[in-house]
């Protein structure tokens, strides 16, 4: 299974409008969102332009969360799960989370294969055991190069996904 993972978008329509075309381009099955998509039509957005599921971890630049959830509850494939989700993809554990410090914590913990997090906007890969743990930078394009992740479940492998590469 492909699964895409975004993080930092702040309101960025365009730079999200490129990478949800690349991962609908690539095949993804699964969109998961680390948090500060900021404004509720993001949540919108990622809906209209992605038809399987969507899992979204609320960040510290996320503003109407009220508005996020009823904007949500118009979309059968969306989830908010707050601030923190775990889910079961294809054979993997996968953790989500905003904020590095924990990530790198719940990664140690050795009971996930994938942990994902964004807020410092910086693209990050490292094997902590058998565990990944990801940051796929910023959709935004504030602080660097604007990106997203791929992951595979079955092969157990991350790549960075550079836009307009």
């Given at each position: ?28 099955e699964v969109l998961l969102h680390c948090g500060d998509l900021v404004a509720p039509f993001i949540v919108a ?121």
């Open positions: 299974m492909k699964v895409a993972i975004l993080s930092d978008s702040h309101d960025n329509i365009w730079n999200l409008d490129q990478a949800l075309s690349a991962v609908n381009e690539v095949g993804c957005q990622l809906a209209q332009a992605f038809g399987g599921p969507i899992h979204c971890v609320e960040g510290n630049n996320d503003g109407d969360g009220r508005l996020q959830l009823q904007v949500a509850a118009g979309f059968s494939q969306v989830s908010l799960h707050g601030p923190y989700a775990e889910l079961e993809l294809g054979s993997r554990s996968i953790a989500l989370i905003h904020y590095p410090e924990p990530a790198r914590r719940i990664a140690q913990c050795g009971h996930f294969d994938l942990v994902c997090y964004g807020h410092d906007h910086q693209a990050n890969q490292e094997q902590i055991g058998e565990c990944i743990l990801v940051n796929p930078g910023e959709v935004m394009g504030r602080f660097g190069e604007p990106s997203w992740g791929l992951y595979d479940t079955e092969a157990h492998r991350y790549t960075r996904q550079p836009l307009g590469a």
